[in-house]
C-alpha cells in the first residue's frame, strides 16, 4: 500500500510564498515522476509542474517564474515553493508521483489527498 501526504497548504495574501510538501510513503521500488496539480472550484484538475527523476522540470505556463518544484528522491518528497501568489491560485492542490511496487514492470499514478490553498487580501 502507497500513500502520498500533501502538506504546507494554508492560506496567503496576494504577493506571498507558501511551501508545499508531499511525501510517498510505503513498498516503493521506485518513483519515476512526482507532479503538483490544482483544482479550483468549479474547474478541472490542471498540472501546475512536474519533476521526473532524472530532474527533467515543466511548469504550467501560468506559473510564469513564481512557482519552483524540486524533490527529495531519497526521501520520497516533492516540494512546490510558490511565490508571487495571487489570488487566482486558490484551489486544492495534489501532488501525484507515477510509482514502481516491487515485482511489478510498470509504475502507476498515485494521488494525495489535495492540501487547500488559499489566496486573499
Known amino acids: 500500500q502507497v500513500h502520498l501526504v500533501e502538506s504546507g497548504g494554508g492560506s496567503a495574501q496576494p504577493g506571498g510564498s507558501l511551501r508545499l510538501s508531499c511525501v510517498a510513503s510505503g513498498n516503493i521500488a521506485s518513483i519515476n515522476a512526482m507532479s503538483w496539480y490544482r483544482q479550483a472550484p468549479g474547474k478541472e484538475r490542471e498540472l501546475v509542474a512536474n519533476?521526473?527523476?532524472?530532474?527533467?522540470?515543466n511548469y504550467a505556463g501560468f506559473v510564469k517564474g513564481r512557482f519552483t518544484i524540486s524533490s527529495e528522491n531519497a526521501k520520497n518528497t516533492v516540494y512546490l515553493q510558490m511565490s508571487s501568489l495571487k489570488p487566482e491560485d486558490t484551489a486544492a492542490y495534489y501532488c501525484?508521483?507515477?510509482?514502481?511496487?516491487?515485482?511489478?514492470?510498470?509504475?502507476?499514478?498515485?494521488w494525495g489527498q489535495g492540501t487547500q490553498v488559499t489566496v486573499s487580501s
Open positions: 501525484m508521483m507515477w510509482i514502481q511496487l516491487p515485482g511489478y514492470p510498470y509504475s502507476r499514478e498515485y
Open positions: 519533476i521526473t527523476s532524472s530532474l527533467h522540470i
